[in-house]
């Protein structure tokens, strides 16, 4: 375990430079991709003979290390000319804009290292919490309903509460994080949900309960697009794609949860509702209370443990641009390799700071930026052309129908295998379908590049057999069947998100890739709230809204039929 640096902690990490690590900015004109010299050139020589045994040479040459002062000029020039193509094809043209494309190109140099690896490990513990919170949530609300004596469609608005919070934690959070920094919203993020969740296991009624489930879920709701934003803009952007990963920490989430409800729930649970006090029935208190510490440590983890650094580019958006050559000089000494980057390439390329007195970004500014991508101007683009504009609306249809369907039936899943079996045999069957979706989304990955079948046929695949499943699950009231049913379904539903989070950017364009995916997500949040509100007043029948979610699911696998573009084997731009 590494020794803690408590001074480290408690200080501004991003102001210490490390000039040990930077080397000369990189020359497609330096002398090792120049032609040799012929061996045999004719000397000119002097008129004393003497003057042919000493030749001048450059500093640089003397030292035999570095490049000539025409090279550094070029090489700065390559830069320059590298960044105005960038900025002319984005349409925003500023002093950040330009510094920002600076150090994209300076990350993508460095590559990836440790440094962004144990990111993708803390940033998982942002998609542990997300479903180890839904899945928690859902698999207290028979004993709640039974201690607080309630009917189970009526404990269903625990969910509604958590999702309430979900929804207002992802949009503040996702703003937040562009006006204040994305370090103290990546730590607070977790905090809340540790500390909320702690004080949601000494609930004193239903509504105290939801309260603080909402509590939960605003914390919650900021870890996906806050831990997305760090990831990615510590990522060379050749490497991108990896963010897509962190979907597979959703499978570990739901596994945690499944498992310790199993061994709290069935033996410190009341024996039937008419006797059910909270004296005896302590098993859900302690599956939150121990949530809530696992959260809480997965807190101190990121706080204690790594030395994060704040977001280069938010930090020249501040105008701190001496912290932001800082925080990736940090991050090429922790992956042990070197950088070109300096204040005075930054300066060179985006201009001086007493030449550009307005070169950090306002507060309201920073918002717009963060708005605009729900504008109509970043909308736009995303109907281009006809099969571009087909692909966008079949994929938001996509998110929502399979937001709402995933909901009504996993949010509710111990209450449909508790209608036909025992306490005990209703958590065991549950951890036992939360283990059969690990795999899903590692064989996902195998298959997307496979040829004529690619991102499209393994999304469609997955989602069709997912749909057929939940009605299967309903066909049989043998508790057997509807585990096979169930496991085999959780299989392949995290194959589909696991595809689902990987073509889905890889659709939008570049420019416009937050834009499409943000709305995505959006629509996903919002279906996801009304599912239980409908599961709660559709009908009286407790096989209905797994009809519903069945057949949302089908319906995106006929929608996923019709995209008009695949993306497997195509350079993502």
């Known amino acids: 375990m590494p020794s803690i640096n408590w001074k480290d902690i408690f200080s501004n990490r991003d102001r210490r430079q490390f000039p040990e690590v930077v080397i000369p900015l990189p020359d497609p004109r330096a002398p090792e991709n120049l032609p040799a010299p012929e061996p045999n050139a004719e000397k000119k020589p002097d008129a004393d003979d003497s003057s042919n045994t000493s030749i001048e040479k450059a500093p640089s040459q003397e030292k035999g290390v570095g490049a000539p002062p025409s090279y550094a000029s070029s090489a700065l020039e390559a830069l320059r000319a590298q960044v105005e193509n960038e900025v002319s094809v984005s349409g925003h043209d500023s002093v950040y804009d330009r510094k920002a494309k600076v150090i994209n190109m300076a990350i993508q140099d460095i590559g990836m290292g440790r440094y962004q690896w144990e990111l993708f490990i803390l940033c998982g513990f942002g998609w542990v919490a997300d479903n180890l919170w839904l899945q928690g949530v859902a698999l207290t609300l028979t004993p709640?309903?039974?201690?607080?004596?309630?009917?189970?469609?009526?404990?269903?608005?625990?969910?509604?509460?958590?999702?309430?919070?979900?929804?207002?934690?992802?949009?503040?959070?996702?703003?937040?994080?562009?006006?204040?920094?994305?370090?103290?919203?990546?730590?607070?993020?977790?905090?809340?949900?540790?500390?909320?969740?702690?004080?949601?296991?000494?609930?004193?009624?239903?509504?105290?309960t939801c309260a603080l489930y909402a509590c939960i879920g605003?914390?919650?709701?900021?870890?996906?697009?806050?831990?997305?934003?760090?990831?990615?803009?510590?990522?060379?952007?050749?490497?991108?794609?990896?963010?897509?990963?962190?979907?597979?920490?959703?499978?570990?989430?739901?596994?945690?949860?499944?498992?310790?409800?199993?061994?709290?729930?069935?033996?410190?649970?009341?024996?039937?509702?008419?006797?059910?006090?909270?004296?005896?029935?302590?098993?859900?208190?302690?599956?939150?209370?121990?949530?809530?510490?696992?959260?809480?440590?997965?807190?101190?983890?990121?706080?204690?443990?790594?030395?994060?650094?704040?977001?280069?580019?938010?930090?020249?958006?501040?105008?701190?641009?001496?912290?932001?050559?800082?925080?990736?000089q940090g991050i090429a000494r922790k992956n042990r390799t070197k950088t070109w980057l300096t204040e005075e390439i930054l300066n060179e390329i985006g201009g001086y700071p007493e030449e550009n007195q307005k070169q950090a970004l306002s507060y309201m500014e920073t918002i717009k930026r963060s708005l605009e991508r729900f504008s109509l101007q970043q909308v736009k683009p995303l109907f281009a052309t006809k099969r571009l504009g087909v692909s966008t609306v079949l994929l938001w249809f996509c998110w929502t129908t399979i937001g709402m369907g995933y909901t009504l039936f996993n949010a509710f899943l111990p209450q449909y295998l508790g209608a036909n079996s025992s306490t005990y045999v209703t958590y065991r069957n549950y951890a036992i379908t939360a283990v059969c979706g690990?795999?899903?989304?590692?064989?996902?990955?195998?298959?997307?590049?496979?040829?004529?079948?690619?991102?499209?046929?393994?999304?469609?695949?997955?989602?069709?057999?997912?749909?057929?499943?939940?009605?299967?699950?309903?066909?049989?009231?043998?508790?057997?069947?509807?585990?096979?049913?169930?496991?085999?379904?959780?299989?392949?539903?995290?194959?589909?998100?696991?595809?689902?989070?990987?073509?889905?950017?890889?659709?939008?364009?570049?420019?416009?890739?937050?834009?499409?995916?943000?709305?995505?997500?959006?629509?996903?949040?919002?279906?996801?709230?009304?599912?239980?509100?409908?599961?709660?007043?559709?009908?009286?029948?407790?096989?209905a809204p797994i009809y519903a979610s069945g057949a949302l699911l089908l319906a995106s696998f006929v929608a996923i039929c019709l995209i008009p573009i695949e993306t497997r084997g195509k350079q993502i731009v």
């Open 438 to 543: 690990i795999p899903g989304p590692l064989l996902s990955w195998a298959l997307v590049d496979i040829p004529y079948f690619g991102r499209k046929g393994t999304l469609a695949v997955s989602t069709l057999i997912t749909g057929v499943l939940l009605f299967c699950f309903t066909a049989s009231k043998d508790p057997n069947v509807q585990l096979v049913c169930s496991a085999l379904e959780s299989f392949f539903q995290m194959m589909m998100y696991g595809v689902l989070y990987a073509f889905t950017p890889e659709v939008f364009p570049a420019p416009n890739r937050g834009t499409g995916s943000g709305i995505a997500s959006c629509f996903n949040r919002i279906a996801g709230l009304m599912a239980p509100i409908i599961g709660i007043y559709a009908s009286q029948n407790p096989s």
């Open 218 to 328: 605003l914390g919650v709701g900021g870890n996906l697009p806050v831990d997305a934003a760090v990831f990615l803009e510590c990522l060379p952007p050749n490497s991108g794609n990896i963010l897509s990963g962190l979907a597979t920490w959703w499978s570990v989430g739901t596994l945690i949860a499944s498992m310790l409800a199993w061994g709290y729930i069935p033996t410190y649970s009341c024996p039937d509702p008419a006797s059910c006090t909270k004296a005896n029935n302590w098993g859900w208190r302690y599956l939150v209370l121990t949530l809530g510490a696992i959260t809480f440590a997965m807190f101190i983890c990121r706080f204690f443990l790594f030395t994060l650094y704040e977001s280069p580019k938010f930090l020249v958006s501040r105008g701190r641009q001496y912290e932001a050559v800082a925080a990736v």
């Open 144 to 208: 709640i309903a039974n201690e607080f004596g309630l009917s189970e469609s009526w404990s269903r608005f625990a969910t509604v509460a958590l999702f309430v919070g979900l929804i207002v934690g992802a949009s503040f959070w996702g703003i937040a994080s562009d006006a204040i920094g994305r370090r103290p919203a990546f730590n607070t993020t977790l905090f809340l949900c540790g500390s909320f969740g702690l004080a949601a296991g000494g609930g004193p009624n239903f509504v105290g």
